[in-house]
């Protein structure tokens, strides 16, 4: 073959190939990827108080320094202000008394971001109280966004949300009323409301409105629901379908008093939500975790009240889990779970048992389940996540090795170069519009369609 021949016939392989590369490429990123205005760094201040108290404070870096300095003051009064209330801790490592101030945020459209600092203060694995304060910021120019620039005076939007603060506040703790006038109060000038907006809700943190039960309640409103009572920059902020895929982030097996702390740090630190499907002995065991993960914003289901796999045990066993679970539950959390993960996925059978919760399947994992104390390697199982997940799929990972919060804070961001917004599984199938049936299995979410690939 001559060489002008070979040159061309090279020429047509590269052009081909270079085609190639771009249509998976674009097939990898057809979701927008994150913006830097929306990227954030993270660094904690640990102290001890003359008393041996323990003290945590969380500090931001944003792509705005106005934004970083009012968020951290607030992570600073918290701490100076609540610091001296520590009690002293006992000997023993669970006797603790701490207080931790952390500063959670969240992403909308391209370039809204919500935060929430957040102050702790635990006195032997009891929570003592809960405070917090939100601030939601465009993070191109600064300006604070409330309630009030979110929805016109006249719109029907603050009847809805009026009446899901009302709805919110008496759903938790079945058996005990709320302080009615507190309730009130909390209904009173809702445009100055502290509230996060995620990747689908907009949800209203309410302190606890309960007696002894220090903890916050989140009033959820979905997209659906209110985006067209919204304003035009609004819609334009909250329409993340048109602008990214979508995935649900869940966990298995906690929560675990090792590693759930990691997994939350990790979850913190990348903005991301998730979904903890609970053991219910676990939850009984570890209350405080599975407040922490409720109040930072995370979805709670469960696992069952025990791991037993049903193809081992018979269907009444699972059934009398029921009532156990949401008692479990309701103690810790103040609600019920409103859907399950069988153990090993086993949903079939579970769904003949007739267990009363509709089953939440996945459609990614990487088995961080195995490999030895600390799990399979971290970069391995961040790898497999982030190449596995695809638009409307569900992830599963477990809160049980260290590796697993290793590769949360790895496959997270990659997940973000590739487009995607994590929602918790309730986002994930709200955004379609899909109502949970019991006894049904759910793999994903994509443009209404839930069944396996």
């Not at 008093?257 to 990348?270: E, F, G, N, R, Y």
Request: hydrophobic letters at 40%; a negative charge.
């Amino acid at each position: 073959m001559k060489k002008g021949k070979k040159r061309l016939l090279l020429g047509w392989i590269c052009l081909l190939l270079s085609l190639c590369m771009v249509t998976a490429a674009s097939a990898e990123t057809d979701g927008t990827p994150i913006q830097p205005c929306h990227q954030v760094t993270m660094t904690e201040q640990k102290s001890t108080a003359q008393n041996g108290a323990s003290i945590s404070v969380w500090h931001i870096t944003t792509a705005l320094g106005t934004v970083d300095a009012e968020l951290n003051a607030l992570a600073d009064d918290y701490a100076a202000e609540l610091s001296p209330l520590l009690r002293k801790p006992g000997r023993e490592r669970t006797l603790n008394s701490s207080l931790t101030v952390r500063i959670l945020h969240s992403r909308t459209g391209m370039s809204w971001m919500s935060f929430m600092v957040q102050a702790r203060q635990e006195y032997h694995r009891q929570i003592q109280q809960v405070r917090f304060t939100t601030r939601t910021y465009d993070m191109l120019t600064g300006q604070r966004i409330t309630l009030a620039d979110i929805f016109p005076a006249d719109s029907p939007a603050w009847e809805l949300i009026s009446q899901t603060v009302r709805d919110t506040a008496n759903a938790y703790y079945p058996d005990e009323t709320p302080d009615a006038a507190a309730v009130e109060a909390l209904c009173e000038n809702l445009a100055q409301a502290d509230f996060m907006l995620y990747g689908m809700s907009l949800v209203i943190p309410l302190p606890s409105v309960y007696e002894n039960h220090p903890q916050l309640m989140q009033a959820t409103l979905y997209y659906p629901q209110i985006r067209a009572y919204m304003t035009e920059e609004a819609q334009r902020q909250t329409d993340n379908a048109s602008l990214y895929r979508f995935c649900a982030l869940t966990y298995d097996d906690g929560p675990n008093q090792w590693i759930t702390p990691h997994v939350l740090d990790a979850l913190m630190k990348t903005g991301a939500r998730a979904t903890f499907f609970l053991v219910g002995s676990r939850v009984k065991d570890f209350p405080y975790l599975a407040r922490q993960e409720h109040d930072e914003g995370h979805a709670i289901a469960t696992h069952f009240y025990e791991h037993l796999y049903a193809n081992q045990e018979q269907g009444g066993k699972f059934r009398a889990m029921y009532d156990k679970v949401n008692r479990a539950h309701i103690a810790a959390i103040g609600i019920a779970p409103a859907y399950a993960r069988a153990p090993g996925g086993q949903w079939q059978r579970m769904g003949s048992y007739g267990v009363g919760w509709p089953l939440i399947q996945w459609t990614a994992e990487a088995q961080d389940w195995s490999g030895g104390d600390q799990g399979p390697d971290a970069y391995r199982t961040a790898n497999t996540i982030a190449a596995s997940t695809k638009d409307g799929g569900i992830i599963l990972m477990h809160d049980m090795k260290i590796n697993s919060a290793k590769a949360t804070e790895m496959f997270i961001p990659k997940l973000e170069e590739r487009g995607f917004m994590l929602l918790t599984v309730d986002e994930l199938f709200a955004k379609d519009g899909v109502t949970l049936e019991a006894n049904q299995a759910y793999w994903r979410c994509l443009d209404g369609v839930t069944t396996q690939y």
